[in-house]
């Protein structure tokens, strides 16, 4: 069974699976800043729910460098 909440760095690599290449360091960020996937803090601990992350992967625009 998978997982339903993930941490910052299990999130970073999901969404790799996606396609979608984020270091966890900018999901730090964006948590700072805003923007980013929607996440959720229990006590201490930052978790982002997959099915969320799925979301704001089918909504991501991933622009790719034309030089390749």
């Known amino acids: 069974m998978e997982k339903r909440n993930l941490n910052t760095r299990e999130a970073s690599d999901y969404l790799k699976t996606l396609g979608i290449e984020f270091a966890p360091q900018t999901l730090e960020k964006w948590r700072c800043r805003g923007g980013g996937p929607p ?28 030089a390749e």
């Open 39 to 66: 996440y959720k803090k229990i006590s201490m601990r930052v978790y982002y729910e997959r099915t969320v992350l799925d979301e704001f992967a089918s909504g991501t625009t991933v622009l790719r460098n034309p």
